[in-house]
Protein backbone atom coordinates (compact mmCIF):
# COMPACT_ATOMS: atom_id res chain seq x y z
CA UNK A 1 0.00 0.00 0.00
CA UNK A 2 2.52 2.45 0.83
CA UNK A 3 3.76 3.78 -2.76
CA UNK A 4 7.05 4.37 -4.10
CA UNK A 5 7.47 8.10 -2.68
CA UNK A 6 7.05 7.01 0.68
CA UNK A 7 9.44 4.10 0.42
CA UNK A 8 12.05 6.51 -0.42
CA UNK A 9 11.31 9.11 2.18
CA UNK A 10 11.09 5.92 4.75
CA UNK A 11 14.28 4.65 3.59
CA UNK A 12 15.99 8.25 4.29
CA UNK A 13 14.67 8.61 7.61
CA UNK A 14 16.06 5.30 8.26
CA UNK A 15 19.59 5.79 6.70
CA UNK A 16 19.80 9.24 8.12
CA UNK A 17 18.80 7.61 11.46
CA UNK A 18 22.05 5.21 10.71
CA UNK A 19 24.55 7.65 9.92
CA UNK A 20 27.74 7.56 11.82
CA UNK A 21 28.05 10.21 14.45
CA UNK A 22 31.31 11.66 12.78
CA UNK A 23 29.42 12.09 9.40
CA UNK A 24 27.33 15.44 8.53
CA UNK A 25 24.19 14.55 8.59
CA UNK A 26 22.25 14.78 5.13
CA UNK A 27 19.43 17.75 4.86
CA UNK A 28 15.75 16.52 5.00
CA UNK A 29 14.45 15.58 1.65
CA UNK A 30 12.03 18.58 0.73
CA UNK A 31 8.89 18.11 -1.01
CA UNK A 32 5.72 20.23 -2.36
CA UNK A 33 2.01 20.17 -2.41
CA UNK A 34 0.48 22.09 -4.93
CA UNK A 35 -3.29 22.19 -2.77
CA UNK A 36 -6.16 23.83 -5.27
CA UNK A 37 -8.59 24.16 -2.03
CA UNK A 38 -7.34 24.51 1.34
CA UNK A 39 -9.51 23.81 4.21
CA UNK A 40 -7.95 26.02 7.21
CA UNK A 41 -9.25 24.51 10.01
CA UNK A 42 -7.65 27.57 12.15
CA UNK A 43 -9.55 29.98 10.21
CA UNK A 44 -12.71 28.12 9.59
CA UNK A 45 -12.30 29.44 5.68
CA UNK A 46 -11.54 27.57 2.27
CA UNK A 47 -8.50 29.05 1.04
CA UNK A 48 -7.72 28.31 -2.95
CA UNK A 49 -4.32 27.33 -4.73
CA UNK A 50 -2.08 27.07 -1.55
CA UNK A 51 1.57 25.86 -1.72
CA UNK A 52 2.99 23.39 0.80
CA UNK A 53 6.30 23.08 1.26
CA UNK A 54 7.51 19.87 3.26
CA UNK A 55 11.20 19.22 4.64
CA UNK A 56 11.43 15.69 6.16
CA UNK A 57 8.79 15.01 8.29
CA UNK A 58 7.33 18.88 8.86
CA UNK A 59 5.50 21.38 7.21
CA UNK A 60 8.24 23.93 6.47
CA UNK A 61 5.93 26.87 5.16
CA UNK A 62 2.17 27.58 3.82
CA UNK A 63 1.03 30.18 1.42
CA UNK A 64 -0.22 30.88 -1.86
CA UNK A 65 2.84 33.02 -3.55
CA UNK A 66 5.53 30.11 -2.15
CA UNK A 67 9.00 29.69 -4.75
CA UNK A 68 9.10 25.77 -4.79
CA UNK A 69 12.89 25.29 -4.96
CA UNK A 70 14.55 23.90 -8.46
CA UNK A 71 13.99 20.21 -8.29
CA UNK A 72 12.07 19.86 -5.61
CA UNK A 73 9.27 17.59 -6.17
CA UNK A 74 5.68 18.57 -6.20
CA UNK A 75 2.37 16.75 -5.29
CA UNK A 76 -0.08 17.90 -7.71
CA UNK A 77 -3.02 18.03 -5.85
CA UNK A 78 -4.95 21.20 -7.58
CA UNK A 79 -7.94 19.64 -8.31
CA UNK A 80 -8.55 18.12 -4.82
CA UNK A 81 -9.37 19.62 -1.34
CA UNK A 82 -6.75 19.86 0.74
CA UNK A 83 -6.79 18.85 5.21
CA UNK A 84 -4.93 18.23 7.70
CA UNK A 85 -4.79 14.29 8.12
CA UNK A 86 -7.52 13.37 10.90
CA UNK A 87 -7.81 12.79 14.53
CA UNK A 88 -10.22 10.24 15.96
CA UNK A 89 -9.82 10.49 20.24
CA UNK A 90 -11.63 7.19 20.65
CA UNK A 91 -10.40 3.77 18.90
CA UNK A 92 -9.59 0.56 20.36
CA UNK A 93 -6.62 -0.14 17.62
CA UNK A 94 -4.94 -3.19 19.29
CA UNK A 95 -8.48 -5.16 20.47
CA UNK A 96 -10.35 -7.32 17.50
CA UNK A 97 -13.49 -5.54 16.18
CA UNK A 98 -15.17 -8.26 17.80
CA UNK A 99 -18.92 -7.87 19.43
CA UNK A 100 -17.64 -11.03 22.45
CA UNK A 101 -14.91 -9.71 24.43
CA UNK A 102 -14.66 -12.79 25.54
CA UNK A 103 -13.52 -13.63 22.19
CA UNK A 104 -9.81 -12.25 23.78
CA UNK A 105 -9.49 -15.31 25.46
CA UNK A 106 -9.03 -17.33 22.34
CA UNK A 107 -5.90 -15.66 21.26
CA UNK A 108 -2.59 -15.36 22.52
CA UNK A 109 -1.15 -11.99 23.43
CA UNK A 110 1.43 -12.41 20.40
CA UNK A 111 -1.82 -13.27 17.81
CA UNK A 112 -3.68 -10.61 19.24
CA UNK A 113 -0.22 -8.29 18.03
CA UNK A 114 -0.19 -9.54 15.00
CA UNK A 115 -3.63 -10.18 13.76
CA UNK A 116 -4.17 -5.94 15.08
CA UNK A 117 -2.21 -4.83 12.45
CA UNK A 118 -4.40 -4.39 9.63
CA UNK A 119 -6.82 -1.85 12.02
CA UNK A 120 -3.99 0.30 11.91
CA UNK A 121 -3.38 0.23 8.61
CA UNK A 122 -6.85 0.30 7.42
CA UNK A 123 -7.18 3.71 9.73
CA UNK A 124 -4.60 5.62 8.38
CA UNK A 125 -5.64 4.77 4.96
CA UNK A 126 -9.19 6.43 5.96
CA UNK A 127 -7.20 9.63 6.39
CA UNK A 128 -7.22 9.47 10.45
CA UNK A 129 -3.12 9.96 11.02
CA UNK A 130 -3.38 9.94 14.68
CA UNK A 131 -5.23 8.33 17.24
CA UNK A 132 -6.17 8.69 21.09
CA UNK A 133 -6.26 4.86 21.73
CA UNK A 134 -7.98 4.72 25.07
CA UNK A 135 -7.93 1.18 26.33
CA UNK A 136 -7.22 -2.55 25.68
CA UNK A 137 -7.86 -5.55 27.74
CA UNK A 138 -4.32 -7.38 26.83
CA UNK A 139 -2.20 -4.51 28.71
CA UNK A 140 0.01 -2.69 27.13
CA UNK A 141 -0.14 -4.65 23.54
CA UNK A 142 -1.49 -0.66 22.61
CA UNK A 143 2.43 0.45 24.10
CA UNK A 144 4.17 -1.95 21.68
CA UNK A 145 1.61 -1.12 18.92
CA UNK A 146 2.09 2.73 19.04
CA UNK A 147 6.09 1.98 18.99
CA UNK A 148 5.99 -0.69 15.99
CA UNK A 149 4.10 2.28 14.11
CA UNK A 150 6.68 4.64 15.20
CA UNK A 151 9.71 2.66 14.43
CA UNK A 152 8.17 2.38 10.61
CA UNK A 153 7.69 -1.21 11.32
CA UNK A 154 4.22 -1.02 10.11
CA UNK A 155 2.02 1.94 8.72
CA UNK A 156 -0.80 3.37 10.70
CA UNK A 157 -1.36 6.48 12.41
CA UNK A 158 0.57 8.17 15.41
CA UNK A 159 -1.16 6.76 18.62
CA UNK A 160 -1.68 8.04 21.90
CA UNK A 161 -2.09 5.29 24.19
CA UNK A 162 -4.05 4.52 27.30
CA UNK A 163 -1.99 0.86 28.50
CA UNK A 164 -5.34 -0.63 29.83
CA UNK A 165 -8.60 0.29 31.02
CA UNK A 166 -8.81 1.24 34.86
CA UNK A 167 -11.96 -0.12 36.41
CA UNK A 168 -13.35 -1.61 39.37
CA UNK A 169 -13.76 -5.20 39.87
CA UNK A 170 -16.66 -6.83 37.78
CA UNK A 171 -16.49 -3.09 36.48
CA UNK A 172 -17.16 -1.51 32.54
CA UNK A 173 -13.54 -2.32 31.72
CA UNK A 174 -12.88 -5.83 33.55
CA UNK A 175 -13.30 -9.20 31.38
CA UNK A 176 -16.92 -9.96 32.64
CA UNK A 177 -19.24 -13.03 32.56
CA UNK A 178 -16.61 -15.50 33.41
CA UNK A 179 -17.44 -18.00 35.67
CA UNK A 180 -16.38 -17.08 39.44
CA UNK A 181 -13.31 -19.97 40.01
CA UNK A 182 -11.98 -18.79 36.65
CA UNK A 183 -8.50 -16.55 37.42
CA UNK A 184 -7.33 -14.27 34.74
CA UNK A 185 -3.58 -13.59 34.13
CA UNK A 186 -2.32 -9.93 35.33
CA UNK A 187 -2.10 -8.27 31.69
CA UNK A 188 -5.79 -9.40 31.28
CA UNK A 189 -6.95 -7.62 35.16
CA UNK A 190 -4.47 -4.54 34.68
CA UNK A 191 -6.10 -2.05 35.21
CA UNK A 192 -8.66 -3.29 37.99
CA UNK A 193 -8.65 -1.05 41.31
CA UNK A 194 -11.02 -0.53 44.42
CA UNK A 195 -9.85 1.90 46.36
CA UNK A 196 -8.35 5.69 45.49
CA UNK A 197 -4.88 4.22 46.66
CA UNK A 198 -5.30 0.85 43.99
CA UNK A 199 -6.21 3.73 41.38
CA UNK A 200 -3.25 5.29 42.43
CA UNK A 201 -1.57 2.16 42.44
CA UNK A 202 -2.28 1.54 38.98
CA UNK A 203 -1.59 4.27 37.10
CA UNK A 204 2.24 4.73 38.76
CA UNK A 205 2.46 1.41 37.20
CA UNK A 206 0.83 2.32 33.74
CA UNK A 207 2.90 5.86 33.69
CA UNK A 208 5.95 3.87 33.98
CA UNK A 209 5.17 1.17 31.27
CA UNK A 210 4.82 4.25 29.02
CA UNK A 211 0.98 5.19 29.03
CA UNK A 212 0.44 8.45 27.18
CA UNK A 213 -3.16 9.03 29.16
CA UNK A 214 -5.10 7.11 31.32
CA UNK A 215 -8.74 6.05 30.82
CA UNK A 216 -11.11 5.28 34.14
CA UNK A 217 -14.64 3.56 33.35
CA UNK A 218 -16.76 6.19 35.76
CA UNK A 219 -19.49 3.83 35.03
CA UNK A 220 -20.81 0.96 33.64
CA UNK A 221 -20.74 0.08 29.87
CA UNK A 222 -22.97 -1.20 27.06
CA UNK A 223 -20.61 -3.59 25.98
CA UNK A 224 -19.64 -5.57 28.76
CA UNK A 225 -21.78 -8.71 30.54
CA UNK A 226 -23.32 -8.31 33.58
CA UNK A 227 -22.84 -3.93 33.42
CA UNK A 228 -25.66 -1.28 33.28
CA UNK A 229 -24.77 1.79 31.81
CA UNK A 230 -26.83 3.84 33.77
CA UNK A 231 -24.83 2.36 37.18
CA UNK A 232 -22.32 4.30 39.17
CA UNK A 233 -18.54 2.91 39.56
CA UNK A 234 -15.88 4.79 40.51
CA UNK A 235 -16.77 6.98 43.04
CA UNK A 236 -15.65 10.81 43.76
CA UNK A 237 -12.63 10.01 45.72
CA UNK A 238 -11.45 7.33 43.19
CA UNK A 239 -11.50 9.98 40.20
CA UNK A 240 -10.17 12.52 42.37
CA UNK A 241 -7.37 10.57 43.35
CA UNK A 242 -7.40 9.26 39.51
CA UNK A 243 -7.18 12.98 38.19
CA UNK A 244 -4.62 13.95 40.25
CA UNK A 245 -1.93 10.81 40.38
CA UNK A 246 -2.31 10.73 36.33
CA UNK A 247 -1.20 14.80 36.20
CA UNK A 248 1.32 14.09 39.05
CA UNK A 249 2.89 11.97 35.85
CA UNK A 250 1.99 14.86 33.00
CA UNK A 251 -0.87 12.88 32.07
CA UNK A 252 -4.53 13.84 31.23
CA UNK A 253 -7.61 11.45 32.19
CA UNK A 254 -10.35 10.38 30.05
CA UNK A 255 -13.48 9.07 31.49
CA UNK A 256 -15.94 6.70 30.04
CA UNK A 257 -19.38 7.84 31.41
CA UNK A 258 -22.71 7.30 29.98
CA UNK A 259 -24.97 7.85 33.54
CA UNK A 260 -25.91 11.75 34.29
CA UNK A 261 -24.16 11.08 37.89
CA UNK A 262 -21.16 9.77 36.91
CA UNK A 263 -20.49 12.24 34.14
CA UNK A 264 -20.85 14.85 36.78
CA UNK A 265 -18.02 13.01 39.47
CA UNK A 266 -16.00 12.84 36.73
CA UNK A 267 -15.87 16.23 35.33
CA UNK A 268 -15.93 17.58 38.74
CA UNK A 269 -12.86 15.47 39.46
CA UNK A 270 -11.17 17.26 36.76
CA UNK A 271 -10.96 14.66 33.76
CA UNK A 272 -9.94 15.85 30.37
CA UNK A 273 -13.27 14.41 28.55
CA UNK A 274 -15.78 12.52 28.72
CA UNK A 275 -16.13 9.59 26.73
CA UNK A 276 -20.14 8.83 25.39
CA UNK A 277 -21.21 11.48 27.28
CA UNK A 278 -24.93 9.38 26.64
CA UNK A 279 -27.24 10.65 29.78
CA UNK A 280 -25.13 14.16 30.18
CA UNK A 281 -28.04 16.39 31.96
CA UNK A 282 -28.14 20.05 31.76
CA UNK A 283 -26.01 20.23 35.23
CA UNK A 284 -23.51 18.29 33.37
CA UNK A 285 -23.57 20.20 30.71
CA UNK A 286 -22.92 23.00 32.35
CA UNK A 287 -20.04 22.20 34.34
CA UNK A 288 -18.36 20.74 31.47
CA UNK A 289 -18.66 24.19 30.13
CA UNK A 290 -17.53 25.50 33.57
CA UNK A 291 -14.39 23.25 33.78
CA UNK A 292 -13.63 23.32 29.63
CA UNK A 293 -14.19 19.85 30.02
CA UNK A 294 -14.29 18.22 26.39
CA UNK A 295 -16.91 15.74 25.20
CA UNK A 296 -16.41 12.71 22.81
CA UNK A 297 -19.58 11.17 21.65
CA UNK A 298 -19.37 8.35 19.69
CA UNK A 299 -23.24 9.03 17.96
CA UNK A 300 -22.20 7.00 15.04
CA UNK A 301 -21.58 3.16 16.56
CA UNK A 302 -25.27 2.56 17.78
CA UNK A 303 -25.64 2.03 13.96
CA UNK A 304 -22.96 -1.11 14.41
CA UNK A 305 -24.52 -2.31 17.58
CA UNK A 306 -28.24 -2.23 16.40
CA UNK A 307 -27.17 -4.50 13.14
CA UNK A 308 -24.46 -6.82 13.97
CA UNK A 309 -25.31 -10.37 13.55
CA UNK A 310 -23.58 -12.03 16.01
CA UNK A 311 -23.80 -8.52 19.03
CA UNK A 312 -24.43 -10.41 22.10
CA UNK A 313 -28.58 -10.08 23.86
CA UNK A 314 -27.44 -8.25 26.89
CA UNK A 315 -25.44 -5.92 24.87
CA UNK A 316 -28.64 -4.78 22.73
CA UNK A 317 -30.64 -4.63 25.60
CA UNK A 318 -27.87 -2.37 27.30
CA UNK A 319 -27.95 -0.31 24.23
CA UNK A 320 -31.78 0.20 23.35
CA UNK A 321 -32.88 3.87 23.56
CA UNK A 322 -29.19 5.22 24.62
CA UNK A 323 -28.35 5.56 20.94
CA UNK A 324 -31.03 8.15 20.32
CA UNK A 325 -30.93 9.82 23.97
CA UNK A 326 -27.15 10.52 23.03
CA UNK A 327 -27.84 12.19 20.06
CA UNK A 328 -30.49 14.34 21.16
CA UNK A 329 -28.05 15.03 24.32
CA UNK A 330 -24.95 15.74 21.35
CA UNK A 331 -27.53 18.27 20.16
CA UNK A 332 -27.61 19.87 23.27
CA UNK A 333 -24.22 20.42 24.39
CA UNK A 334 -23.28 21.77 20.74
CA UNK A 335 -25.63 24.44 21.49
CA UNK A 336 -24.83 25.13 25.04
CA UNK A 337 -21.30 25.28 24.04
CA UNK A 338 -19.74 23.02 25.39
CA UNK A 339 -16.01 21.78 23.65
CA UNK A 340 -16.14 18.45 21.55
CA UNK A 341 -13.76 16.54 20.25
CA UNK A 342 -14.11 13.62 17.31
CA UNK A 343 -14.39 10.03 18.97
CA UNK A 344 -15.71 7.08 17.47
CA UNK A 345 -14.87 4.07 19.89
CA UNK A 346 -13.69 2.56 16.71
CA UNK A 347 -13.69 -1.40 17.27
CA UNK A 348 -17.01 -1.18 17.61
CA UNK A 349 -17.89 -0.65 14.18
CA UNK A 350 -14.99 -2.14 11.56
CA UNK A 351 -11.39 -0.45 11.74
CA UNK A 352 -10.99 1.97 9.07
CA UNK A 353 -14.96 3.70 9.49
CA UNK A 354 -14.16 6.16 11.23
CA UNK A 355 -15.14 9.01 8.91
CA UNK A 356 -18.87 7.69 9.15
CA UNK A 357 -19.74 9.87 11.96
CA UNK A 358 -18.80 13.25 10.19
CA UNK A 359 -22.31 12.97 8.56
CA UNK A 360 -24.05 12.28 12.01
CA UNK A 361 -22.44 14.56 13.53
CA UNK A 362 -23.72 17.46 10.49
CA UNK A 363 -27.37 15.69 11.18
CA UNK A 364 -27.52 16.40 14.85
CA UNK A 365 -26.16 20.01 14.41
CA UNK A 366 -23.01 20.69 13.52
CA UNK A 367 -22.09 22.60 10.40
CA UNK A 368 -19.69 20.64 8.12
CA UNK A 369 -16.53 22.90 9.69
CA UNK A 370 -17.61 22.31 13.23
CA UNK A 371 -16.98 18.74 12.56
CA UNK A 372 -14.19 18.85 10.85
CA UNK A 373 -12.25 21.11 13.55
CA UNK A 374 -13.60 18.31 16.22
CA UNK A 375 -11.65 15.97 14.32
CA UNK A 376 -8.69 18.35 13.40
CA UNK A 377 -7.81 21.75 15.36
CA UNK A 378 -9.97 20.51 18.96
CA UNK A 379 -9.01 16.85 18.66
CA UNK A 380 -4.88 17.88 18.92
CA UNK A 381 -5.90 20.25 22.18
CA UNK A 382 -7.65 17.86 23.60
CA UNK A 383 -4.68 15.20 23.47
CA UNK A 384 -2.42 18.19 24.03
CA UNK A 385 -0.09 18.27 21.07
CA UNK A 386 -1.93 21.43 18.59
CA UNK A 387 2.09 21.75 18.73
CA UNK A 388 2.33 18.91 16.71
CA UNK A 389 -0.82 18.19 14.41
CA UNK A 390 -4.42 19.19 14.19
CA UNK A 391 -3.87 22.07 11.53
CA UNK A 392 -1.67 22.71 8.19
CA UNK A 393 1.19 25.31 9.34
CA UNK A 394 4.53 25.97 9.56
CA UNK A 395 6.63 23.31 12.31
CA UNK A 396 4.00 21.09 12.44
CA UNK A 397 3.87 17.20 11.21
CA UNK A 398 3.34 16.93 7.38
CA UNK A 399 0.29 15.11 8.02
CA UNK A 400 -2.15 15.75 4.81
CA UNK A 401 -5.21 14.16 3.75
CA UNK A 402 -6.83 15.40 0.46
CA UNK A 403 -10.60 14.15 -0.71
CA UNK A 404 -11.88 15.03 -4.56
CA UNK A 405 -14.95 17.55 -3.96
CA UNK A 406 -15.63 19.54 -1.50
CA UNK A 407 -16.07 18.33 2.03
CA UNK A 408 -18.18 21.01 3.25
CA UNK A 409 -20.63 21.35 0.87
CA UNK A 410 -21.21 16.82 1.48
CA UNK A 411 -19.72 16.17 4.40
CA UNK A 412 -20.03 12.36 3.32
CA UNK A 413 -16.84 13.12 0.95
CA UNK A 414 -14.47 12.44 4.17
CA UNK A 415 -15.83 8.87 3.87
CA UNK A 416 -13.59 8.34 0.29
CA UNK A 417 -10.23 10.17 1.27
CA UNK A 418 -7.99 9.86 -2.04
CA UNK A 419 -4.53 11.13 -0.47
CA UNK A 420 -2.87 10.21 2.53
CA UNK A 421 0.45 11.71 3.64
CA UNK A 422 1.97 11.41 7.35
CA UNK A 423 5.13 12.64 8.59
CA UNK A 424 5.84 13.95 5.09
CA UNK A 425 5.26 10.38 4.00
CA UNK A 426 2.73 9.71 1.06
CA UNK A 427 0.92 6.20 1.90
CA UNK A 428 -2.20 6.71 -0.61
CA UNK A 429 -2.61 8.46 -3.47
CA UNK A 430 -5.82 7.72 -5.60
ZN1 LIG B 1 -14.34 2.69 23.89
Known amino acids: MINRIALLMLCCVFLAARAPAEQAPAAAPQSAIRAGKFIDVESGRTLSDQIILIRGTKIEAVGPDLKVPEGVPVIDLSNMWVLPGLVDCHTHLADAHDSEPL???KRTAVEMAYFNIPNAQVTLMAGFTTVRDVGVYRALNDVAMRDAIAQGIFAGPRMYVAGAYITISEGAGDMTGLAPDIQLPRDLRFGVANSPWEV????????????????????????????????????????????????????????????????????????????????????????????????????????????????????LEHDRDLDEAQRRNFTKALRAGVKMAYGTDAGVCPHGLNARQFAFMVKYGMTPMQAIQSATVNAADLIGHSELFGSIAAGKSADIIAVKSDPLADIHVLEHVAFVMKEGAVYKRE
Open 103 to 105: NVL
Open 200 to 315: RERIRELAHRGADHIKVLSTGAVLTHGSNPKSIEFTPEELRAAVEEAHNFGLRVAAHAHAAEGIKNAIRAGVASIEHSTLIDDEGIALAKQHGTYLVMDIYDGECIQTQADEPADF
